[in-house]
């Protein structure tokens, strides 16, 4: 599975083929109250409700149901801070093949579970000290297993871009969409099939303070590192954008916001109280920059909420007063 074509429409396009029926199509949400703080039509494209609690079964599948059978059978392999781990250690579940996923020592109680739930290996790693991608390549080489990288491989882009065909078929053409942005393979499939189906739309990623590195990046014209973010959004948590993501994403986005921890938890705590909905920190980012305005322009705007994976505890721990 190289790395070396780019992603397009059609690609998406026949991601979205290839995982339907197996991926859920995610529904779509509003609110009156949402509408008024953003001053403009907010369109909730609700990946909390995926397989695996997020937008990473799309790609993983997408990329995983693709390759050899007798590649397949020997295994995959991967690495995560959690739920690319669930989406792989899934889709080796369904298509009857095994995983063993490389998952940081200090990863949320519940992926952790969830991914061994799945029936895959766990080995963990010190993601201060440690390079998951090189545990990863040593394991998947010594052990003929396939590598499916968390955003950085154009089949894992394309699959994740059908979140956004699948809202603007729903919605209709868009003025603005607002995605959370860790790697940068979600956006970067968004930004492919959204400016082909409604080239004048501006889309915008939204990172931590803590780790703006697609920010920083964009700023640079070139991928910069950051030191390990140390923030709540823990599945935004990357050092440097990857290299065909940043190549997608240096073209086809308007910008890059930032939103800080606090203005995570107010997005979670907006989304569970007036919508009714669990999101994690990172999958609450694109909703904070929007409650906070820190996305430009007005129209009708599309966020997607990109996971819901928080365990109970750490749910109420962080919605507490003074958290």
Do not use: W
């Not at 397949?72 to 690319?84: E, I, Q, T, V, W």
């Not at 998951?132 to 491989?153: E, N, Q, S, V």
């Not at 979140?163 to 969409?177: F, I, P």
């Amino acid at each position: 599975m190289g790395t070396g074509r780019g992603v397009n429409a059609d690609d998406v396009r026949a991601a979205a083929g290839r995982i339907a029926g197996v991926a859920h199509r995610t529904p779509v949400m509003r609110s009156r109250t949402l509408d008024d703080r953003a001053g403009r039509p907010v369109y909730l494209k609700c990946e909390n409700f995926q397989r695996g609690g997020a937008f990473k079964f799309r790609g993983a599948y997408n990329a995983a149901s693709q390759l050899h059978p007798d590649e397949r059978a020997r295994g995959l392999a991967a690495f995560s801070s959690g739920n690319h781990a669930q989406a792989v250690a899934l889709s080796a579940r369904l298509l009857g093949t095994t995983a063993v996923i490389v998952m940081p020592q200090d990863a949320p109680r519940s992926k952790l579970d969830a991914v061994r739930g799945y029936g895959a290996e766990v080995v963990t790693y010190d993601r201060f000290t440690e390079d998951r991608a090189a545990i990863a390549g040593k394991l998947a080489a010594d052990r003929g297993l396939a590598l499916i990288p968390p955003y950085d491989h154009p089949d894992v882009i394309a699959g994740q871009g059908t979140a956004a065909l699948e809202l603007l078929e729903d919605v209709g053409e868009l003025d603005a969409l607002v995605v959370p942005t860790g790697g940068g393979g979600l956006v970067a499939g968004a930004a492919t099939i959204a400016t082909d189906l409604a080239p004048g739309i501006e889309v915008t990623g939204v990172e931590p303070e803590s780790g703006d590195d697609t920010r920083r990046s964009l700023e640079a014209g070139r991928r910069i590192a950051v030191a390990p973010p140390r923030t709540i959004a823990d599945g935004l948590t990357v050092e440097s954008p990857g290299e065909l993501t940043f190549s997608i994403n240096k073209r086809l986005l308007a910008g890059v916001a930032v939103v800080s921890d606090g203005e995570l938890v107010e997005a979670m705590r907006f989304a569970f109280e007036r919508l009714k909905l669990v999101v994690e920190p990172s999958g609450a980012s694109a909703l904070a920059a929007v409650l906070t305005g820190k996305v430009g322009g007005g129209g009708r705007t599309g966020v997607i909420l990109s996971g819901g994976n928080v365990g109970t505890d750490r749910f109420t721990e962080l919605l507490q007063p003074g958290a």
